[in-house]
RNA sequence: GUCCCCAUCGUCUAGCCCGGUCCAGGACAUCGGCCUUUCACGCCGACGACACCGGUUCAAAUCCGGUUGGGGACGCCA
């Protein structure tokens, strides 16, 4: 069987945004699952909007996704040669013709054709007129006016078209430069794409471009056109629906493999299951499971699917990964040993990298705040006894840590009569500043035991100020 | 306007192709409970959908037609 290549060919004008990186995971999922190759290219040929930036900016993307890609990236600007050489053979085998209406008159045609209630489509006025190559010429395609042509859809079936539906699409700007739909069948053909994953906004361009795989004698790749991501008021997602760059998530705190496996859920399923390790998306991905409708994309699961993630990773992975994010904040340098433990602590109970950065501020600083409310409710003269009696028992404590640490509370709790419970908090305050945090004694295994005694004899002296 | 696509809980979806096992299953979110030194995690439970109308059939979420709603395309953008 033949090798199965695909392709993601993003137009470097923006940022890599949610919709197309799902069109790129689809892409170098199907590739992957059939030990084929997966091809970039870059679809510059719109000079006006295309950005180095841009470009940098989707490698970033697709790099942080971890989306290897085999082949490219290509540049079609810079294959300009390849298709001019096959758009002369479109002209010379009477598929392709010279039209010199100026884009101005187009435009006003249009207009008037959309005013009127009609197709806008061309009304090929330089058909016939045999024009040769010229200034400010576009070179069209000859479609053909009667007919269908019928694409069988991976993902959406048999879809039948009209021809007389289309018009005659320019091939070659005035420029020089190929449009999209030539291009990419040019691009698809010589890079020998197999498979054409794309979102469901390119249905109606399908038939055009199959036109020209026909007439130019080229065998037909198999599409799959996979619905449109939208944003929570159904329009198709973009800025006005906040976040959709990808980088954005990695900037809000999110794993890659929180976003991908968010992002392959969206139109795709296998059963009832929701996590999936890579390995198992490239051995149960098939196109044949992605649905026909369009889905709306939400934080809601992404943050679950972070936290779950989160949680999963080894301490000292989340000790690189939110390096980035504590050196956003005033910090001071810790050893990765205590950044381990403290982020241990931290991973049941937040959902991004972010929360995470922040809910540890407690270790790292070295003076605390308390929260006045919190302090004001727990820190209170019946204290006194507890810290005291705590602080020297934690000083003749032998080894400091989880296990050791809680009989101390227990037998200290009995001794002065309180509930566990009672005490607890007001030494949460001391710790933390807070009343909300990891469990008490595995705090205080981190934060060891010079800090701790250190902060209750703080706690002592607001005790005293009141 | 013309053409094309789509339609199951608030959201992501399973089921639909090959009608009965579905008074529709899972997940997120929400609410309640359990666990518990707080907050979480975890566990248990609740809420909640086949867009509508007609047809075919003994039987329809599943097949057919229409309606409505949503989306897409109609560029010398991609």
Redesign the pocket.
Known sequence: MEQVITRFPP?PTGALHIGGARTALFNWLFARSLGGRFVLRI?D??VE?STEESVKAILDAMEWLDLGWDEGPYFQTHRLAVYRQYARQLLDSGHAYWCE???EE?EVR?GQA?AE??????DGSCRSKGLGEGA?R?LRFRTPETGTTLLRDIV??A?E??NA?L?DL?IL???GIP???FAVVIDDITMGITHVIRG??????TPRQILIYRALGAKLPEFGHVP?I?GED???LSKRHGATSVMEYKRMGFLPEALLNCLV???W?H??Q?IFTRDELIEKFTLE?V??????F?M??L??LNAHYI?EKRPEELVELLRPFAALRDYPHKSDGFLAGAIRTLQ??THTLVEMADAMRFYMVDEIQFEPEAAVKFLTADMREVFGRLISELSALETFDETSLEPVFRTTAEDLKVK??KI??PV?VALTGG???????EIMEVLGRETVIARLKKGLEYIAGN
């Open positions: 137009s679809e040929t719109d909007r209406c100026s884009a187009l249009r959309l209630g009609r197709k806008p489509k061309y400010n576009v959406k079936g879809i078209f009209d539906e018009d320019v700007k005035s420029d449009t999209y739909n469901d906004d390119h249905v109606n361009n449109m939208h159904r329009s198709p859920r969206l139109g399923s059963g009832d929701e499971n649905g026909k409708s369009p889905s709306i939400t809601e699961k943050l679950w949680k049941p109970r566990l419970g607890a908090q949460r009343t909300k945090s990891p469990g008490l004694f």
